[in-house]
């Protein structure tokens, strides 16, 4: 291969303005950072690598940030020394600092600042890895093997603020404020050669002994190990991004990428509907590229007058350029990794994607200048037939540009050379260029939105799959990857799936509506239409992904995920391992609430009633230990707070047909709109109460599963229905094909039933045959059985009810006797609604009723030795002879007090 001339690697920054705040509050706003701080998704225990100039690590911002850094040699295997004193006279390290402050910065107070306000990066508790490997001494680095050194500190995100003036898409290049036609080896018609090049040309260029590329080894980690590679679009207002931002359209596999732009957070304006208006002519910064054919992995973050971290000195400064908007998104995406750790870096980019705002209004035209008074005019066109470089009328082409409010530019452009047209296929200077672009040319994916991004996934994108995402279900029910070696045409058993594993004991919320997109050619590298990077043997068709109408979801791994969200994609969802579970936000938040101080409020309420016919005081001495029982019986949601957490209570939904594996689980309620088949375990409704209080709700409506086709299930498959006081959650599907297997009905998590066994649960089936079922049984609790009988659950006191090697049987009978009045307040329902409950272990139940038992909480004061009596004289229900045992032994170490 020839010698290619590629200009050195520039640092993507344009200008600097010092500044007196540390904040950046309007960008913050506009990206909604400070929602995720307030979860407390800050970037603690995240560690990303940065690969930039050499940075100052003993700047206050980042003080005890950097973990390491390794600082590039030159071509003559000197090691480059890094100057952060800037001046006029001399080159300074400025940049890399400043970018790490966006990202990772602590969060201080500024003491040179009145105010006292703070600087805060995206991910301030995150810290970095530093490969400097570029700098300003105008000779070549030597690259530093990227895969080694990260990759050994197991880092997922990798943020990279610098690029070529390459345009590969638009087949340029920018020489000496040129922009000339690249030639063959950088143009969209030849990938190979254009990834053969960007991985090898500092051989025989600069350092005859080089053996990689900072290109090469990213290309690496992205492809190898999925980590996060982000690169800053480019300064140049160029319609395409540069050739590093640009990689992922000439290699399908690159899914772990993404390419930034920049826009100006001072004149974008955020409306109260979420919607984002970028109608302003500068909101989308002049400098800024494009991302015309980066479509579907690129996005939009502030990039204009951001300050960080000052290299020469421990002050701010404010730079602009898409050097500042990537660590935006890299620090995004380290708050992504905190909040959902399984997630790849390829998996994170498709959260961050995803969640981007789309909602963004844009002018009708934007021009952009890309060398000395040459220009692009770009007309903003969704619904144009035609994209991409078009021939417009010069004469035309002025009035649009001074009716969009670009007065000099018009004037630059009336007097340049002819008719503004396509760049010739010659070296030499191009003239003036007319683009018809779409929307996504100009915004990709959206805005970044991190308190959207905490929601986690929101599409399952056909064009972000590869061929490794394609399946087969065959006629085993056995999920396999589909060959495209040897596999034969398309049937319809195949299925493209987007992989989501959670480790075993992990749970993972995606609480967005996750929707699909299909394939769509134009976003991908094609000869004639045809995709030949993804075409398989000769016997398939030539893009398989234009096969499905549907993308579909695989669950792996042994933990828990949790939807939540109105799910409308419409392929497949498989459960392979583990548990899929569907539940409102405000179920799953809510599913360890106890309410708090349950013991304090119970015990005032039995003084407040203390004189209540028949109300035993027993049963206040339960309520006045249960802060030790809830210890045993739950934790509180989230934050330890033990509040009760605000959150969209919308049952969730999925479009597609669902499939339980054999060693899988599917959990919960709401409802599936196509089929359901089960080899595994099928729980409907939620063990976790419904409302804030602890009890279930009456009508058990809120936890049904309605499935709107066919309900399979196979033959050594279990289907458990959770049934509260009144009534059980109920699956209600359009058709049922039951071949077998368990049917278990299961008490809900701290709901009180009576034991006395003259209280019924009726069974609603919902019309689905019972009489098909190898085995039909109950699920039995610590404190009670339950009997099912002609479709009645009647709850009774098992044997060993409230019973232990330390207690009684006079306390035995006491509970027994107390536990089904029905005269007891809402209070002390909960109260025996957690110590019978079937989430208690027994280690945990015995050790609450021996302290119930035990009263070793009570104090000897006069208040509760009058309790005490008042207990005697309530007893009425039990026999005289045994009326002084109970109290006795609950109240033990205060009998002589009593005497």
Not at 110 to 135: E, M, Q, R, T
Not at 515 to 522: C, I, M, Y
Not at 582 to 590: G, I, Q, R, T
Request: glycine content about 8%.
């Amino acid at each position: 291969m020839g010698k290619h001339h590629i200009p050195l690697l520039s640092l993507i920054v344009v200008s600097m303005i010092y500044g007196d705040t540390f904040e950046n509050r309007n960008s913050h706003n506009i990206i909604n950072t400070k929602k995720a701080w307030d979860m407390g998704i800050t970037g603690a225990g995240i560690t990303i690598g940065i690969v930039d100039s050499p940075v100052n690590d003993k700047h206050p911002f980042l003080d005890k940030k950097i973990l390491n850094q390794k600082i590039y040699k030159n071509y003559q295997t000197q090691e480059y020394k890094p100057n952060f004193i800037c001046n006029n006279q001399v080159p300074c390290d400025s940049h890399g600092s400043h970018v790490v402050g966006i990202a990772i910065g602590k969060n201080l107070k500024n003491p040179n600042n009145s105010a006292n306000i703070d600087f805060l990066g995206v991910a301030h508790d995150a810290k970095a890895y530093v490969a400097a490997g570029i700098g300003n001494d105008k000779t070549q680095p030597e690259p530093i093997e990227l895969s080694i050194f990260f990759n050994k500190q197991e880092v997922k995100i990798i943020n990279n603020s610098w690029g070529s003036n390459i345009y590969p898409f638009i087949n340029t290049e920018l020489s000496q404020n040129n922009l000339i036609y690249a030639g063959n080896g950088k143009n969209d018609r030849n990938p190979t050669s254009l990834i053969n090049t960007i991985s090898s040309y500092w051989r025989g260029y600069s350092c005859d002994t080089c053996n990689t590329t900072l290109e090469k080894e990213l290309i690496s980690l992205a492809r190898d190990h999925k980590v996060l590679i982000t690169f800053a679009a480019g300064n140049e207002g160029i319609v395409s991004p540069s050739m590093q931002s640009v990689l992922p359209r000439y290699d399908e596999s690159l899914k772990s990428w993404i390419t930034v732009g920049a826009f100006d957070s001072e004149l974008a304006k955020k409306l109260d509907s979420g919607k984002l208006d970028f109608t302003n002519k500068d909101a989308l910064t002049s400098f800024s590229n494009l991302f015309y054919g980066a479509e579907s992995w690129s996005i939009l973050a502030p990039g204009k007058n951001i300050s960080s971290a000052n290299a020469s000195d421990e002050s701010s400064i404010e730079k602009s350029g898409t050097s500042m908007a990537a660590p935006f998104v890299s620090g995004a995406a380290a708050l992504v990794a905190q909040k959902f750790p399984d997630l790849n870096g390829r998996q994170i980019a498709d959260v961050l994607l995803s969640t981007a705002n789309k909602n963004v209004q844009l002018p009708n035209m934007i021009v952009k200048q890309h060398t000395s008074k040459k220009y692009s005019v770009i007309y903003i066109n969704n619904d144009a037939s035609q994209k991409g470089l078009v021939y417009k009328n010069k004469e035309d082409v002025i009035k649009d540009v001074q009716d969009a409010g670009y007065k000099e530019e018009a004037g630059n452009i009336k007097t340049s050379d002819g008719l503004l047209k396509v760049p010739s296929n010659n070296k030499g200077d191009t003239q003036d260029a007319v683009y018809v672009l779409g929307k996504e040319s100009i915004i990709g994916q959206g805005v970044l939105d991190i308190e959207k991004a905490m929601g986690g996934l929101a599409r399952l994108d056909a064009n972000r799959l590869t061929r490794d995402d394609i399946y087969t279900l065959n006629s085993n029910s056995i999920l396999t990857k589909w060959s495209f070696t040897t596999g034969s045409k398309f049937t319809n058993t195949e299925h493209a799936l987007y992989t989501l594993t959670v480790s075993d004991n992990n749970e993972m919320l995606f609480s967005n509506n996750i929707d699909e997109r299909l394939w769509e050619n134009n976003l991908h590298y094609s000869v004639n239409g045809v995709t030949t990077l993804l075409a398989g043997s000769p016997n398939t068709p030539s893009n398989p992904m234009t096969h499905f109408t549907g993308v579909g979801l695989l669950k792996d791994g042994l933990g828990t995920l949790v939807l939540s969200g109105q799910n409308t994609y419409t392929g497949l969802t498989y459960i392979k391992q583990g548990t899929l579970a569907l539940m409102s936000e405000a179920d799953f938040k809510n599913r360890n609430y106890t309410k708090p101080d349950i013991s304090q409020q119970a015990l005032n309420a039995a003084q407040q009633e203390s004189n209540t016919p028949r109300q035993s005081n027993t049963i206040k001495q339960i309520a006045a230990t249960n802060q030790n029982i809830a210890t045993n019986l739950s934790k509180a949601p989230d934050d330890n707070t033990n509040q009760l957490i605000t959150a969209n209570t919308t049952k969730p939904l999925l479009s597609g047909s669902v499939y339980i594996a054999k060693e899988a689980n599917l959990i919960g309620s709401g409802e599936i709109k196509n089929n359901l088949q089960n080899q595994g375990t099928l729980q409907v409704g939620n063990l976790a109460p419904v409302n804030p209080h602890g009890i279930q709700n009456k009508e058990g409506t809120n936890n049904d599963l309605i499935v709107g086709g066919t309900y399979t299930q196979d033959t050594d498959a279990t289907l458990t229905l959770v049934f509260g006081e009144k009534d059980n959650a109920k699956l209600k599907a359009q058709h049922y094909v039951i071949k077998g297997g368990k049917l278990t009905f299961t008490p809900q998590k701290n709901a009180y039933f009576q034991g006395d066994g003259k209280r019924t649960i009726k069974i609603d089936l919902a019309g689905m045959p019972q009489n098909l079922f190898s085995s039909i049984q109950t699920k039995n609790t610590n404190s009670l059985n339950f009997d099912l009988i002609n479709g009645i659950i009647i709850p009774r006191f098992a044997d060993n009810a409230y019973t232990t090697a330390n207690t009684s049987l006079a306390f035995t009978s006491t509970m027994k006797s107390i536990q089904p009045k029905s005269s007891l307040i809402p209070h002390y329902q909960q109260a025996f609604g957690q110590l019978d409950s079937l989430d208690m272990s027994l280690s945990a139940y015995t050790k609450a009723v021996d302290e119930i038992q035990g009263g070793g909480h009570l104090l000897a004061s006069s208040e509760i030795l009058n309790t005490q009596k008042r207990m005697l004289n309530e007893f009425s229900i039990l026999p005289m002879n045994n009326a002084l045992t109970p109290i006795t032994s609950i109240t033990t170490g205060l009998t002589t007090a009593l005497n």
